[in-house]
């Protein structure tokens, strides 16, 4: 968008709403009846509607609202916008106390203010609705390159991953230690060591750098930026206080000098765990109806098909390593335990999360079961007896935590779940340490919103059958 697309926008809306106003206020009367002799043409009121304009780009760009700042919630541009419509508001009553008009309505420029917020409110979410659509096209997406591969660079994959919204598309990362950084991350490449970053950012059309080295390198760091810059790209620096997450740190202010406190680490509370809790069996009650049915069906389906039990239970790994017996529809063959092994060294799958695509050793009704992925909605048992939630990262047998790196464990620290984020995020198409990075991410920025966000994408992605096999 041109630079001034945006307050002249908002200035117009202004028009818009004093417009509307005006006929709510004169032609619809509502709340007051206006008298014949208190009518008045709509010409007296532009003035006000110009001033009222002028005030709300002035507070704007003061406030920031015109600064394109990625990660900004809708929220935050809504109380900026509220903001300046009430001191417009209270600026344009008190012009009409030092004036007196003969033609002024206070009743209509209540009016103004509501319906100016509703506007520029609605316009602000339609253009997150546009760009996140755009970017999961790829359109206006930043191609970045994140220096550092220990828990700082770590955050800002998963975060980048995880929030596809915000319009980064990490290509891969780079660090001192060439060896450390020649393994991929799931899909984002291990592009080597330092030296030859120039290369590196002009080969791979990155947009951002995202220089995630501690502080006790400030030299190194301003070397790289400006070999950074000279490359043609943007750069960010993350200071190494914030591998602790914002929700360990607190600000406050010391005449000007800000003071940084921290806290312990970033863990669900024992609130956070009772809310989860309340929520899982509330949803699991309201929909017993629906879920009684299909168990009947799916067991009848599976009796039909041949002999073999049901449910298939299997030693799972759940919150802080404990063990627990997941319950799930039987989709394979009696004896499919037994060729698991023999199907990793022919397929070369990840043994940490193998996934077998036209596995033989699915039934005709597992393959429909596990497309829809109706074979785990026994996991619901789990969720009743407390082993596991609704939401949360997918729990690893034994064998593949046997497999982990020390990194991997964090996402042994809730409860499991029968979706979360990797699901909402390609299921079985995700590699093990993009999974990683998105449980991890899930685990660190819990909120009641985030398990509904992830509960209401979830349906759409099962009945498309993405990524499941």
């Given at each position: 968008?041109?630079?001034?697309?945006?307050?002249?926008?908002?200035?117009?809306?202004?028009?818009?709403?004093?417009?509307?106003?005006?006929?709510?206020?004169?032609?619809?009367?509502?709340?007051?009846?206006?008298?014949?002799?208190?009518?008045?043409?709509?010409?007296?009121?532009?003035?006000?509607?110009?001033?009222?304009?002028?005030?709300?780009?002035?507070?704007?760009?003061?406030?920031?609202?015109?600064?394109?700042?990625?990660?900004?919630?809708?929220?935050?541009?809504?109380?900026?916008?509220?903001?300046?419509?009430?001191?417009?508001?209270?600026?344009?009553?008190?012009?009409?106390?030092?004036?007196?008009?003969?033609?002024?309505?206070?009743?209509?420029?209540?009016?103004?203010?509501?319906?100016?917020?509703?506007?520029?409110?609605?316009?602000?979410?339609?253009?997150?609705?546009?760009?996140?659509?755009?970017?999961?096209?790829?359109?206006?997406?930043?191609?970045?390159?994140?220096?550092?591969?220990?828990?700082?660079?770590?955050?800002?994959?998963?975060?980048?991953?995880?929030?596809?919204?915000?319009?980064?598309?990490?290509?891969?990362?780079?660090?001192?230690?060439?060896?450390?950084?020649?393994?991929?991350?799931?899909?984002?490449?291990?592009?080597?060591?330092?030296?030859?970053?120039?290369?590196?950012?002009?080969?791979?059309?990155?947009?951002?750098?995202?220089?995630?080295?501690?502080?006790?390198?400030?030299?190194?760091?301003?070397?790289?930026?400006?070999?950074?810059?000279?490359?043609?790209?943007?750069?960010?620096?993350?200071?190494?206080v914030f591998q602790l997450n914002l929700r360990q740190?607190?600000?406050?202010?010391?005449?000007?000098?800000?003071?940084?406190?921290?806290?312990?680490?970033?863990?669900?509370?024992?609130?956070?765990?009772?809310?989860?809790?309340?929520?899982?069996l509330g949803l699991i009650v309201l929909a017993s109806?629906?879920?009684?049915?299909?168990?009947?069906?799916?067991?009848?389906?599976?009796?039909?098909?041949?002999?073999?039990?049901?449910?298939?239970?299997?030693?799972?790994?759940?919150?802080?390593?404990?063990?627990?017996?997941?319950?799930?529809?039987?989709?394979?063959?009696?004896?499919?335990?037994?060729?698991?092994?023999?199907?990793?060294?022919?397929?070369?799958?990840?043994?940490?999360?193998?996934?077998?695509?036209?596995?033989?050793?699915?039934?005709?009704?597992?393959?429909?079961?596990?497309?829809?992925?109706?074979?785990?909605?026994?996991?619901?048992?789990?969720?009743?007896?407390?082993?596991?939630?609704?939401?949360?990262?997918?729990?690893?047998?034994?064998?593949?935590?046997?497999?982990?790196?020390?990194?991997?464990?964090?996402?042994?620290?809730?409860?499991?779940?029968?979706?979360?984020?990797?699901?909402?995020?390609?299921?079985?198409?995700?590699?093990?340490?993009?999974?990683?990075?998105?449980?991890?991410?899930?685990?660190?920025?819990?909120?009641?919103?985030?398990?509904?966000?992830?509960?209401?994408?979830?349906?759409?992605?099962?009945?498309?059958?993405?990524?499941?096999?």
């Open positions: 968008m041109p630079r001034g697309f945006w307050p002249l926008l908002d200035f117009a809306l202004v028009f818009v709403a004093f417009a509307i106003a005006y006929y709510m206020r004169y032609e619809l009367q509502l709340i007051r009846q206006v008298f014949e002799v208190n009518r008045a043409p709509f010409g007296p009121y532009l003035p006000y509607a110009a001033v009222f304009g002028f005030l709300l780009v002035l507070n704007y760009q003061g406030s920031g609202l015109y600064k394109s700042i990625r990660g900004r919630s809708w929220m935050e541009e809504v109380y900026s916008v509220f903001n300046g419509v009430t001191n417009a508001t209270v600026v344009v009553l008190g012009m009409y106390f030092v004036f007196q008009p003969l033609v002024f309505s206070r009743l209509m420029l209540v009016y103004v203010a509501i319906i100016t917020i509703i506007l520029l409110a609605g316009v602000r979410a339609a253009r997150r609705i546009v760009q996140a659509h755009l970017r999961s096209k790829g359109i206006g997406v930043q191609r970045v390159l994140v220096v550092g591969a220990g828990d700082v660079g770590k955050a800002v994959l998963r975060t980048m991953i995880a929030r596809k919204e915000l319009g980064y598309q990490p290509v891969g990362y780079v660090d001192d230690d060439a060896e450390l950084a020649s393994v991929d991350l799931g899909r984002v490449k291990g592009l080597g060591g330092l030296k030859n970053l120039r290369q590196t950012i002009r080969s791979n059309v990155v947009d951002l750098v995202v220089i995630t080295l501690p502080w006790a390198q400030h030299d190194r760091i301003l070397e790289l930026v400006q070999t950074s810059k000279r490359a043609g790209a943007e750069v960010r620096v993350v200071p190494d740190v607190h600000v406050e202010n010391l005449d000007g000098i800000p003071l940084l406190g921290v806290t312990g680490g970033v863990q669900f509370s024992n609130r956070g765990y009772v809310v989860k809790r309340i929520l899982d109806p629906v879920i009684a049915l299909l168990f009947a069906l799916i067991a009848l389906a599976i009796r039909l098909e041949g002999p073999g039990p049901v449910f298939y239970r299997q030693k799972r790994i759940g919150r802080n390593g404990q063990p627990f017996e997941m319950v799930k529809f039987r989709s394979m063959i009696p004896n499919a335990d037994v060729l698991r092994a023999q199907l990793i060294r022919e397929t070369q799958e990840d043994p940490r999360h193998p996934k077998f695509k036209n596995d033989p050793r699915v039934t005709r009704v597992g393959r429909f079961l596990r497309s829809t992925s109706l074979d785990e909605l026994p996991n619901l048992i789990n969720v009743l007896l407390g082993q596991m939630s609704l939401v949360g990262p997918r729990p690893p047998t034994p064998d593949e935590v046997k497999l982990y790196d020390p990194w991997h464990m964090q996402r042994l620290q809730t409860l499991p779940g029968m979706t979360g984020l990797w699901q909402i995020n390609g299921r079985s198409d995700v590699p093990f340490d993009e999974m990683c990075l998105l449980d991890i991410y899930y685990i660190e920025n819990w909120s009641v919103k985030l398990d509904a966000q992830i509960l209401m994408m979830t349906l759409p992605r099962v009945l498309l059958g993405h990524g499941a096999y």
